[in-house]
Structure formats: structure tokens, C-alpha cells
T-cell receptor, first 114, second 112 residues
Framework: GDSVTQMEGPVTLSEEAFLTINCTYT??????LFWYVQYPGEGLQLLLK?????DKGSNKGFEATYRKETTSFHLEKGSVQVSDSAVYFCALKRDPGNTGKLIFGQGTTLQVKP | EPEVTQTPSHQVTQMGQEVILRCVPISNHLYFYWYRQILGQKVEFLVSFYNNEISEKSEIFDDQFSVERPDGSNFTLKIRSTKLEDSAMYFCASRREEETQYFGPGTRLLVL
């Protein structure tokens, strides 16, 4: 069945370091891909998304490119801040016409130290 | 900005008891979801709800679970007879026709 795999955490970085969180997926058809972020005590918030191959989603300095050839959607940011400390979830949604359910990876905790 | 709300934020119950988790989706949304996350594990889909009926449910969503939209604003998840393994964070989400699902802050359920 469909699945999403993320790199194990926690990821600990110093402020202004470069961030990569790896995400790979297995799915039939042409899924849409998402990154959600969960700040402490809050719900999941959509960070960015991409709906077709080679699309790049971006928001708040974060980017991820939908790579169908490698079935990946890695999250990157050039210079992290302490305020980026959170749990990051990669997720997919299968083709249009589906009920819209999201399939999540296990989440990766990012800790950014001053 | 509109947001999904959930109550209670924390719930402690005894095994075998019934619990009802409540969600108020964003008002013009049409599709509703429940997910759960057992501590240290993935966020898992439980059920989707559209047009006053379940549109899809996972294997987790057995006869002990039910959902309801009783009054056009609330969206509830009921667990009839809780088990220890039901302890988790439960998230509600909603969306309009477009893809983005908006999540609530979650209810942490602890079954003793």
C-alpha cells in the first residue's frame, strides 16, 4: 500500500545551518505531496505542497521538489532559525477522486540551538 | 483566521468507558477527517466524512468507533469501550473542495 518514510530524528542544528529532512514515498498513480509542521502545543499546519512531478513547493524559506524518478520530496531550508524548532511531517494524498485522506510519515523533530 | 478547534485538549478515562471527542471544523468546509497518533508513531488516518456519511475508514476504525455531525457545526468521534491501545493524540481536520486539510490542535486521550 501507499506509504511515506522520513529520516529519523531528532535533527539538531545550530542557527543559520542548512536543513535537509529526507522524505520518500511509495504510491500508485500520481499523488500530491505535502509537508506539515507541528509547533509545540499546536495542531498540524500545512507548510508547503506539490501536486505534480517537478513542482517545487515553497513557504517561509522552506522548499521541497517533487521528484518522481526518485519518489522523493525532501524538505530544505538554507538558514534555520530557533523558531523553526518543531516536528515536520511529510504526507501524500493519492489521485483526485480519492477521499482526500493523507498518509503521513513518522515525523522528524527539528531542534535549532542559538 | 478561521481554525479547527477540538475539545477537550486532554482526556483521561478508564478502560471500558465511552469517550466522545469533539471538533468544530471550519464553517464552510465540507470534508471532515479524524486521525490519530500513538506516542512515537505515525499519524494514522481513521475516517473521512462527507455529505453526512462515512466516505472511507481505515482498519483501525472498527465497530467501537463512530462519527457524527449532530448539528451542522460539531464533528464528533466516539469510542464506545476504550482500550489501553486507544491512548493517543486524536486530530480532527477539515477542508473545502481544494486539497489543503486544516488540522485542529488535537485531543490527548489516555486510557488507564
Amino acid at each position: 500500500g501507499d506509504s511515506v518514510t522520513q529520516m529519523e530524528g531528532p535533527v539538531t542544528l545550530s542557527e543559520e545551518a542548512f536543513l535537509t529532512i529526507n522524505c520518500t514515498y511509495t504510491a500508485t498513480g500520481y499523488p500530491s505531496l505535502f509537508w506539515y509542521v507541528q509547533y509545540p502545543g499546536e495542531g498540524l499546519q500545512l507548510l508547503l505542497k506539490a501536486t505534480k512531478a517537478d513542482d517545487k513547493g515553497s513557504n517561509k524559506g522552506f522548499e521541497a521538489t517533487y521528484r518522481k524518478e526518485t519518489t522523493s520530496f525532501h524538505l530544505e531550508k538554507g538558514s534555520v532559525q530557533v523558531s523553526d524548532s518543531a516536528v515536520y511531517f511529510c504526507a501524500l494524498k493519492r489521485d483526485p477522486g480519492n477521499t482526500g485522506k493523507l498518509i503521513f510519515g513518522q515525523g522528524t523533530t527539528l531542534q535549532v540551538k542559538p | 483566521e478561521p481554525e479547527v478547534t477540538q475539545t477537550p485538549s486532554h482526556q483521561v478515562t478508564q478502560m471500558g468507558q465511552e469517550v466522545i471527542l469533539r471538533c468544530v471544523p471550519i464553517s464552510n468546509h465540507l470534508y471532515f477527517y479524524w486521525y490519530r497518533q500513538i506516542l512515537g508513531q505515525k499519524v494514522e488516518f481513521l475516517v473521512s466524512f462527507y455529505n453526512n456519511e462515512i466516505s472511507e475508514k481505515s482498519e483501525i476504525f472498527d465497530d467501537q468507533f463512530s462519527v457524527e455531525r449532530p448539528d451542522g457545526s460539531n464533528f464528533t468521534l466516539k469510542i464506545r469501550s476504550t482500550k489501553l491501545e486507544d491512548s493517543a493524540m486524536y486530530f480532527c481536520a477539515s477542508r473545502r473542495e481544494e486539497e489543503t486539510q486544516y488540522f485542529g490542535p488535537g485531543t490527548r486521550l489516555l486510557v488507564l
